[in-house]
């Protein structure tokens, strides 16, 4: 379900996925395909790890990465969940093909 509110995103966001919700600051991102893909990959993972385990795993990498990159965009631009969307939001048929836990691939790679 997607609701609209720039009241409850992150100042510098335009998303969240808090399954089973995607939150959009902007209406105009509705009809963003690619957008709404990538807050897509978000809803499969937190299914895949029974959504409480997502919200664990994802703070705790991202602690690892703020102490690892010491900024706070680099750190989340390399949480593996973020990683994974970010690399196939644009492939809008990626969630038919996609295999169980795939995001696990991309936790030891990382940009710097």
């Known amino acids: 379900m997607i609701i609209i509110s720039k009241y409850?995103?992150?100042?510098?966001?335009?998303?969240?996925?808090?399954?089973?919700f995607v939150l959009l600051r902007l209406k105009i991102l509705k009809g963003d395909s690619v957008f709404l893909n990538h807050e897509r990959i978000?809803?499969?993972?937190?299914?895949?790890?029974l959504v409480l385990l997502f919200y664990i795993i994802y703070f705790?990498?991202?602690?690892?990465?703020?102490?690892q990159f010491k900024?706070?965009?680099?750190a989340y631009r390399n949480i593996s969940f973020e990683r994974e969307?970010?690399?196939?939001?644009?492939?809008l048929g990626y969630l038919k093909h996609r295999k169980f836990w795939s995001f696990l691939k991309y936790i030891r790679r990382h940009d710097v």
């Open 60 to 67: 705790f990498e991202f602690i690892f990465r703020i102490i």
């Open 42 to 49: 978000h809803l499969r993972q937190q299914l895949e790890l």
């Open 8 to 20: 409850l995103i992150p100042k510098g966001y335009n998303g969240l996925t808090l399954f089973p």
């Open 71 to 74: 900024n706070w965009e680099l």
């Open 85 to 91: 969307c970010y690399a196939n939001e644009s492939d």
